[in-house]
Nanobody, 125 residues
Framework: QVQLVESGGGLVQAGDSLRLSCAAS????????TAWFRQAPGKERLFVAA????????QYADSVRGRFTISRDNAKNTVYLNMNSLKPEDTAVYYC??????????????????WGQGTQVTVSS
């Protein structure tokens, strides 16, 4: 079992930056592909970014490429999402997800078996 806890969300203005953290407990997840998804009110949960297990290969949604950066610190068993130039349309609950069966980063919700509870990000205009 892997427990994931997200943190770092908050209320910011357009153009600001935030860093989200996803801390794992229960077992190390450094070898697992890990991703961030987000869900805006009344909308489906969407892929944001993913990082390869044990490595630095990454994948991003077109809507955040160039503004967001996903990274991992294996020593801290934590994955980060650095978000720059935030826009009101980035407002959502952000979820961290990981999967012990997957090394390569994937974009589909069904690829991930462990999920955190989410952290709210609100960007005002």
């Amino acid at each position: 079992q892997v427990q994931l806890v997200e943190s770092g969300g908050g209320l910011v203005q357009a153009g600001d930056s935030l860093r989200l953290s996803c801390a794992a407990s229960g077992r190390t997840f450094s070898d697992f592909a890990t991703a961030w998804f987000r869900q805006a009110p009344g909308k489906e949960r969407l892929f944001v970014a993913a990082i390869k297990g044990g490595g630095s290969r990454t994948q991003y949604a077109d809507s955040v490429r160039g503004r967001f950066t996903i990274s991992r610190d294996n020593a801290k068993n934590t994955v980060y999402l650095n978000m720059n130039s935030l826009k009101p349309e980035d407002t959502a609950v952000y979820y961290c997800a990981t999967d012990r069966r997957t090394v390569l980063p994937r974009t589909s919700i069904s690829s991930y078996e462990y999920w955190g509870q989410g952290t709210q990000v609100t960007v005002s205009s």
